[in-house]
């Protein structure tokens, strides 16, 4: 069946970085277009990052832009969030979609930036 798993979330203090993965399974993951979502606490779950199928463009929330990264690694059915110069508000629980004819979603990983 389909799966998005992510992982590398976790705690870290402002101006750290992270590396977050997910890995998907059950599609063909080099068709579809990949991103990032986050969800902080009270507030609407919102666009952190995307990149097209099989990888030729990317684009960013204004909010991440020079301190993000995604990047997808086709024959290994994952892609990245290169997460650096973190601040307390990227505080939220980060998860993967999948999109093309269909639309999936991973369970998500959570991210805290806490002194």
């Known amino acids: 069946q389909v799966q998005l798993v992510e992982s590398g979330g976790g705690l870290v203090q402002p101006g750290g970085s992270l590396r977050l993965s997910c890995v998907a399974s059950?599609?063909?993951?080099?068709?579809?277009?990949m991103s990032w979502y986050r969800q902080a606490p009270g507030k609407e779950r919102e666009l952190v990052a995307a990149?097209?199928?099989?990888?030729?463009?990317?684009n960013y929330a204004d909010s991440v832009k020079g301190r993000f990264t995604i990047s997808r690694d086709n024959a290994k059915n994952t892609v990245f969030l290169q997460m650096n110069s973190l601040k307390p508000e990227d505080t939220a629980v980060y998860y993967c979609?999948?999109?093309?004819?269909?639309?999936?979603w991973g369970q998500g990983t959570q991210v805290t930036v806490s002194s």
């Open positions: 979609k999948a999109v093309r004819s269909l639309t999936y």
């Open positions: 059950g599609f063909t993951f080099s068709s579809y277009a």
């Open positions: 990149i097209s199928s099989p990888g030729g463009s990317t």
